[in-house]
């Protein structure tokens, strides 16, 4: 099993980056914490972080034409903007969890805006990087069945 494992705009500035709401492990930790859980279930895990929108994009369709098997993905601050990401899930057609480390929906309003959620099988909010762990099983017992 492959997943894609995508992560949007400032997701690399973990740790740094307002640690009262996103914590204080930086993204080497999550990204340590993800392949660590995927060796254990066998899966194969592709983690890509990117501020340019064009660049998620590109990354969509690779998990498509690479045989991925799903993807998790943070789209961050491109949740409340980007239809581009829509429709490139939208077109690939492949099993897809959103997850936010905080909980987006008890945030400012602009926030509560996802444009994504739509095509996603999931959205998993609020559960700081654990929500990663959570998608991950998610997406490997929906693809087992």
């Known amino acids: 099993m492959k997943l894609y494992i995508l992560n949007g705009p400032?997701?690399?500035?973990?740790g740094i980056r307002e640690p009262d709401i996103y914590g204080k492990q930086d993204y080497a930790c999550l990204i340590r914490m993800i392949e660590e859980h995927c060796v254990g279930l066998g899966i194969e895990a592709v983690c890509y972080q990117s501020n340019?929108?064009?660049?998620l994009v590109d990354k969509i369709q690779e998990a498509y034409f690479k045989g991925a098997d799903g993807i998790v993905i943070n789209p961050a601050a491109y949740t409340h903007t980007s239809i581009?990401?829509?429709?490139?899930?939208?077109?690939v057609g492949l099993p897809?969890?959103?997850?936010?480390i905080s909980a987006v929906d008890t945030r400012e309003d602009?926030?509560?805006i996802s444009?994504?959620?739509e095509?996603?099988?999931?959205?998993i909010?609020?559960?700081?990087l654990g929500g990663y762990i959570e998608a991950i099983d998610y997406l490997y017992d929906k693809i087992r069945k």
Request: aromatic fraction near 6%; glycine fraction near 8%; proline fraction near 0%.
């Open 119 to 123: 095509v996603c099988t999931k959205t």
């Open 10 to 14: 400032n997701l690399n500035m973990l």
């Open 84 to 91: 581009a990401l829509l429709d490139a899930v939208k077109a």
């Open 115 to 117: 444009y994504i959620r």
């Open 110 to 112: 602009f926030r509560q």
């Open 125 to 128: 909010s609020g559960k700081g």
């Open 52 to 55: 340019h929108e064009g660049d």
């Open 96 to 100: 897809t969890v959103e997850v936010h």
